[in-house]
């Protein structure tokens, strides 16, 4: 395209890139560019005889798309993000994309606690299994290795259901884990609840649930620690549950 002023004419190149082309260019299946239309992500132009036509901003477009997914933003994210940065500044996409990465990362921690949890879940129910004598008859409840938990992991289950605290000593204990665990994220467990915190609590956390299996064995805790993330499970047999819920539930009054 020429633009002439005076004796002086400048030139100026327009990228007409057919879909195969582009597909070539930046390695995105022409399938794909299709869909990334139809999800309003990739506008195009049509020529004359109907064939989609695209501009230099197709590529870089591509590209901030590419970088997004790999980042494992929804489809639905990326296109608000394409919104900003066609039409802001780069400041402008990073501060939208704070937000979104650290949700990211609190998803993909949670998902890689739940993974090292059922692996070591895998783990022990291995070697129970390895460590059981060949019994001639059917599997009984002595085999236990659907659960991988032998008697001492489930002692809990059949602890009397008492505290061994008195009155002052019982009401200091709850107000240290109300203190430790006023901000916590809560989630259910079966049999139970968890608890999530940041990390550098690890030792405060497991000095409570020493002393407060020393009073309530029928209190069973479990910690994990992946990242800046602790995770503290606390099972209780059925008839605990509001005790449970007493002394380490969110929801509970204060």
Known sequence: MTFESGRRSTVIVVADLRISELAERTGVPATTLRFYENAGLLPADRAANG????DEDAVARLAFIGAAKRLGLPLEEIAELLTIWADGSCAEVCDDLRPRLTRRIAEAEQRASELAAFTATLYAARDHLDALPDLPGKCGPQCGFLTGEDAEDQAWRSAPVACSLDGPAMSDRISQWHELLHDAEQQSVPDGIRLILPADRAARVAELAVAEQQCCAFLDFRIHLT????????????????????????????
Do not use: T
């Open 51 to 54: 064939y989609r036509r695209y």
């Open 227 to 254: 990242g800046r993330r602790l995770y503290l499970d606390i099972r209780a047999p059925a008839e605990a549950a509001s005790m449970l819920a007493d002394i380490f539930s969110q929801n509970s009054p204060r």
